[in-house]
């Protein structure tokens, strides 16, 4: 890993600055208390920062500055404790329209996804599926030049107020071919069952019945799915340093209250036992970002399940530690860290538990269990 | 000569191949199978990479080094490890050649660095005492001068390989006045002067790398201090940057993960291969993510290094993890191999003639499981890395 660029470190300034003033605790209860979670003027200012557009090509409106830049601006978003849907929508969500777009569809949508015009989300997840890309049960069918597609999709966060959604489904006798779709929210037959989650952010189950779509590409099977399972990865691994930036912060609350609470005379921090347990925190997440910022510059796959691993079980400790160094005052929702707490605890499962991102680690190296 | 590339993987090939042709083959399976080396088969090993100018290529060129970069090196380090080389013993080659190369005068340079280069020297360190630890400012061996000699009267504990050593490298009170660690120099110890006795401490593993060290009357010539009197502490504290960085012990965990894996592959309860379980799976994998993580951040400090940066306190969390994670690796070892691991021939753990082990896999892995607790004591224990990690660099 090299040093950051000027540019690299403005990004990161810019986007702390605007969590100081625009993302304050009552600007968050805000964004919480809206019903789809995403207040859509609040997600053009995003746009207007360029953080929406900041991996898309140049030529689509974006910026064009990778993966690495992508997951400096996460990290600092996540430190801020950035309630709108960010991975879904930008790193998920448009990252996918942008591999697979082409032509009118193209022009006509990446430029309102950079500039928060529109957000478009993908709704991956079967019910009851695999954390990996599987093929889908949702089915598409013709009819004349417009596709309709029937079946349910799992919990997908950012889905509620997102203008349209992104779909695989199965292609009508064509057993061996997935299609991806575009389906707008608004059309017929698209029922979202939206619902609030316990770090306030919001997800939604889908369900298809009918539903207009326009096909975006069919290819076999199995090179859809190694497509899909690309997107996804480089997602994890924005979803991984957003995670950390956030985890980063409650460490860094917890240090502060510990060097400023005093018991017995002193200051908590003179204790070693609580010492050793703020160094085991500190080195983990510095291993971690590491790791992120490796994988960031080369997203394959064994990478991409060890950052799984590693942040989930990071995320979890930072949290446990956090509430158990601080005291009764780390269990409770007026306090500064329980909102951390929460986003952590939940972000530790999102997009891969850790036990789903082990086994594939353990794929990898040790083949199938049979 | 071996020369190293810009191109790392074609390098790590290289690095391979040199291994396979000249790495003597009993030390090989001495290492593979967990027998302690002998002090000729690792110094034959010792002469053959001096030979190809890799035994101290992280030296100064004047005597020795080759100029490889800080990744040349951990990637030559790591495929040895891999190809079940030793660890070569740091002592000698990351510690006192480079304290001498740099602290030295002029005639101790030249008496001792052309030697350790050659392979053919080996030392060790006198620093632990009975009654001084990782707290060494409290050390009780003393020299008292008399004309041209110091007199060393005391003990020392702990002092690894002893019984290999020709030479030591020793911390001595020298003063009684000021703060502790005022008092104390740096000399160089004869092993074989009258008055020095060792005493071979057998591990809980079967090897013998302890040492209690005698030290009765020895007459230790004043030119054989390094550094000026009273002024040791300060050379005993200059652990090298690249040698803490290697303290991260990639290639040794790498070589361990590789153990796991085959015991997981080889081993089955009933009907079922240990790596398809999924208690070993999880853990595994467990180790793995820990492992690709330790490395992500130790290119970290490595790249921070190339670019000029100086490394800090920071750099201690390497040893911290790495010491620890060797550990979990020989856990998991020794789970998969199950009761297989149970028996343990101390006549083959000490190489005698004619002991064959019944299983070479399993046969010494309860022994290398307790000599991997040693990395979280030796150089530092892990809870004086905690200190300072909260000391130094989140300032409690």
């Given at each position: 890993?090299t040093?950051?660029?000027?540019?690299?470190?403005m990004?990161?300034?810019?986007?702390?600055?605007?969590?100081e003033?625009a993302?304050?605790?009552?600007?968050?209860?805000?964004?919480?208390?809206?019903?789809t979670?995403?207040?859509?003027?609040?997600w053009?200012?995003?746009?207007d920062?360029?953080?929406l557009?900041?991996a898309?090509?140049?030529?689509?409106?974006?910026?064009?500055?990778?993966?690495?830049?992508?997951?400096?601006?996460?990290?600092?978003?996540g430190?801020?404790?950035?309630?709108?849907p960010?991975?879904?929508?930008?790193?998920?969500g448009?990252?996918l329209?942008?591999?697979?777009?082409?032509?009118?569809l193209r022009?006509?949508?990446?430029?309102a996804l950079a500039d928060?015009t529109?957000?478009?989300v993908?709704?991956a997840?079967?019910?009851?599926?695999?954390?990996e890309?599987?093929?889908?049960?949702?089915?598409?069918?013709r009819?004349g030049d417009?596709?309709?597609?029937?079946?349910v999709k799992?919990?997908?966060?950012?889905?509620g107020g997102?203008?349209?959604l992104?779909?695989?489904?199965?292609?009508p006798?064509?057993?061996?071919?997935?299609?991806?779709f575009l389906v707008e929210?608004?059309?017929s037959?698209v029922?979202?069952?939206?619902?609030?989650?316990?770090d306030d952010s919001?997800?939604?189950r889908?369900?298809f019945?009918?539903?207009p779509?326009?096909?975006l590409r069919?290819?076999?099977?199995?090179?859809m799915?190694?497509?899909?399972?690309?997107?996804?990865?480089?997602?994890?691994?924005?979803?991984?340093a957003?995670?950390?930036?956030t985890?980063q912060?409650?460490?860094e609350i917890t240090r502060?209250?510990?060097?400023?609470?005093?018991?017995f005379?002193?200051?908590l921090?003179?204790?070693?036992?609580?010492?050793?347990?703020?160094?085991?925190?500190y080195v983990?997440?510095q291993?971690?970002?590491?790791?992120?910022?490796a994988?960031?510059?080369?997203p394959?796959?064994?990478?991409v399940a060890?950052?799984?691993?590693?942040?989930?079980?990071?995320?979890?400790?930072v949290?446990?530690?956090?509430?158990?160094?601080?005291?009764?005052?780390?269990?409770?929702?007026?306090?500064v860290?329980?909102a951390?707490?929460?986003r952590?605890?939940?972000a530790?499962d999102?997009?891969?538990?850790?036990?789903d991102?082990?086994?594939?680690?353990?794929e990898l190296?040790?083949?199938?269990?049979? | 000569?071996?020369?190293?590339?810009d191109?790392l993987?074609a390098?790590?090939?290289?690095?391979?191949?040199?291994?396979?042709?000249?790495?003597p083959?009993e030390?090989?399976?001495?290492v593979?199978?967990?027998?302690?080396?002998?002090?000729?088969?690792?110094?034959?090993?010792?002469?053959?990479?001096?030979?190809?100018?890799a035994?101290?290529?992280h030296?100064?060129?004047?005597?020795?080094?080759r100029g490889?970069?800080?990744?040349q090196?951990?990637?030559?380090?790591e495929?040895?490890?891999l190809?079940?080389?030793?660890?070569?013993?740091s002592?000698?080659?990351?510690m006192?050649?480079p304290v001498l190369?740099?602290?030295?005068?002029?005639?101790q340079?030249?008496?001792?660095?052309?030697?350790?280069?050659?392979g053919?020297?080996?030392?060790c360190q006198?620093?632990?005492?009975?009654?001084?630890?990782?707290?060494?400012?409290?050390?009780?061996?003393r020299?008292?001068?008399?004309?041209?000699?110091y007199?060393?009267?005391?003990?020392?504990?702990?002092?690894s390989y002893a019984?290999?050593?020709d030479?030591?490298?020793c911390?001595?009170?020298t003063?009684?006045?000021?703060?502790p660690?005022?008092g104390i120099s740096?000399?160089?110890?004869?092993?074989?002067s009258?008055?020095?006795?060792?005493?071979?401490?057998?591990?809980?593993h079967?090897w013998?790398?302890?040492?209690?060290?005698f030290?009765?009357?020895?007459?230790?010539?004043?030119a054989?201090r390094?550094?000026e009197?009273?002024q040791g502490?300060?050379i005993?504290?200059?652990?090298?940057?690249?040698?803490?960085?290697?303290?991260?012990?990639?290639?040794?965990?790498?070589?361990r993960r590789a153990?796991?894996?085959?015991?997981g592959?080889t081993?089955?309860?009933?009907?079922?291969?240990?790596?398809?379980?999924p208690?070993?799976?999880?853990?595994?994998?467990?180790?793995e993510?820990?492992?690709?993580?330790?490395?992500?951040?130790?290119?970290?400090?490595i790249a921070?290094?190339?670019?000029?940066?100086?490394?800090g306190?920071?750099?201690?969390?390497?040893?911290?993890?790495g010491?620890r994670?060797?550990?979990?690796?020989?856990?998991?070892?020794?789970?998969a191999?199950?009761t297989?691991?149970?028996?343990l021939?101390?006549?083959?753990?000490?190489?005698?003639?004619g002991a064959?082990?019944?299983?070479a896999?399993?046969?010494t892995?309860?022994?290398?499981?307790?000599?991997?607790?040693?990395?979280?004591?030796a150089?530092?224990?892990?809870e004086i890395?905690?200190?300072?990690l909260?000391?130094q660099?989140?300032g409690?």
């Amino acid at each position: 890993m090299t040093a950051l660029t000027d540019e690299q470190r403005m990004l990161m300034e810019s986007a702390q600055r605007w969590c100081e003033r625009a993302n304050t605790a009552p600007q968050r209860r805000a964004v919480a208390e809206h019903p789809t979670g995403c207040p859509p003027e609040r997600w053009r200012e995003l746009g207007d920062m360029g953080w929406l557009g900041i991996a898309l090509p140049e030529a689509d409106g974006g910026l064009g500055a990778g993966l690495l830049a992508q997951c400096l601006l996460a990290e600092t978003l996540g430190r801020g404790l950035l309630m709108e849907p960010y991975v879904a929508s930008v790193a998920l969500g448009s990252a996918l329209m942008a591999e697979v777009a082409d032509g009118e569809l193209r022009a006509d949508w990446l430029p309102a996804l950079a500039d928060g015009t529109r957000r478009v989300v993908w709704a991956a997840w079967e019910p009851g599926g695999d954390a990996e890309p599987s093929p889908p049960r949702t089915q598409a069918t013709r009819q004349g030049d417009m596709w309709r597609l029937t079946g349910v999709k799992s919990w997908t966060p950012g889905a509620g107020g997102a203008d349209a959604l992104l779909v695989a489904a199965q292609m009508p006798q064509e057993p061996a071919a997935i299609g991806l779709f575009l389906v707008e929210t608004a059309a017929s037959g698209v029922t979202l069952d939206s619902q609030r989650l316990y770090d306030d952010s919001y997800a939604a189950r889908v369900e298809f019945s009918n539903a207009p779509a326009r096909l975006l590409r069919a290819a076999p099977s199995s090179e859809m799915l190694a497509l899909l399972a690309r997107v996804l990865d480089r997602g994890r691994v924005v979803h991984g340093a957003q995670t950390l930036g956030t985890a980063q912060t409650a460490f860094e609350i917890t240090r502060d209250y510990l060097r400023t609470r005093r018991q017995f005379g002193h200051a908590l921090s003179d204790n070693q036992v609580l010492q050793h347990r703020l160094v085991d925190l500190y080195v983990e997440l510095q291993e971690a970002h590491a790791l992120c910022l490796a994988a960031a510059q080369d997203p394959q796959p064994r990478l991409v399940a060890a950052l799984g691993t590693r942040c989930a079980e990071v995320a979890r400790h930072v949290w446990e530690e956090a509430v158990q160094l601080h005291g009764a005052i780390g269990m409770t929702e007026e306090y500064v860290l329980g909102a951390y707490v929460r986003r952590l605890a939940l972000a530790a499962d999102l997009y891969g538990t850790g036990p789903d991102c082990s086994e594939r680690l353990a794929e990898l190296s040790l083949g199938a269990a049979s | 000569m071996f020369e190293p590339t810009d191109d790392l993987d074609a390098f790590r090939q290289a690095v391979r191949a040199f291994a396979a042709a000249e790495l003597p083959p009993e030390l090989r399976a001495a290492v593979r199978e967990g027998r302690q080396p002998t002090r000729a088969q690792q110094t034959q090993w010792h002469e053959r990479l001096a030979a190809h100018g890799a035994l101290v290529p992280h030296w100064p060129a004047e005597w020795g080094g080759r100029g490889w970069s800080v990744p040349q090196q951990m990637a030559f380090d790591e495929e040895l490890a891999l190809a079940d080389a030793p660890e070569l013993n740091s002592v000698t080659f990351d510690m006192i050649g480079p304290v001498l190369a740099r602290f030295g005068d002029p005639a101790q340079k030249q008496r001792f660095l052309p030697a350790i280069a050659s392979g053919r020297q080996w030392w060790c360190q006198g620093y632990s005492e009975p009654n001084a630890g990782s707290d060494l400012a409290s050390l009780a061996t003393r020299a008292e001068r008399d004309g041209e000699h110091y007199v060393v009267n005391g003990a020392k504990i702990w002092t690894s390989y002893a019984q290999y050593a020709d030479w030591m490298f020793c911390l001595v009170r020298t003063a009684r006045e000021g703060k502790p660690q005022a008092g104390i120099s740096f000399v160089l110890i004869d092993m074989a002067s009258p008055g020095i006795t060792v005493r071979p401490i057998v591990g809980i593993h079967g090897w013998v790398v302890f040492n209690e060290v005698f030290l009765d009357n020895v007459r230790v010539p004043v030119a054989q201090r390094v550094g000026e009197e009273n002024q040791g502490w300060t050379i005993a504290k200059s652990l090298l940057e690249f040698e803490r960085l290697k303290l991260a012990r990639i290639g040794e965990n790498k070589r361990r993960r590789a153990r796991a894996r085959e015991a997981g592959e080889t081993r089955r309860r009933g009907d079922r291969r240990v790596a398809d379980l999924p208690w070993f799976r999880a853990r595994f994998a467990d180790l793995e993510a820990r492992l690709i993580a330790l490395e992500a951040n130790a290119a970290r400090f490595i790249a921070r290094q190339a670019a000029g940066e100086q490394l800090g306190a920071e750099v201690s969390m390497l040893k911290m993890r790495g010491s620890r994670l060797i550990q979990l690796w020989e856990e998991l070892i020794v789970d998969a191999l199950g009761t297989d691991a149970m028996p343990l021939s101390p006549a083959w753990l000490a190489g005698e003639a004619g002991a064959a082990p019944r299983d070479a896999l399993a046969g010494t892995a309860s022994s290398r499981r307790f000599l991997a607790r040693g990395y979280t004591i030796a150089g530092g224990s892990s809870e004086i890395q905690h200190n300072i990690l909260a000391k130094q660099v989140l300032g409690l």
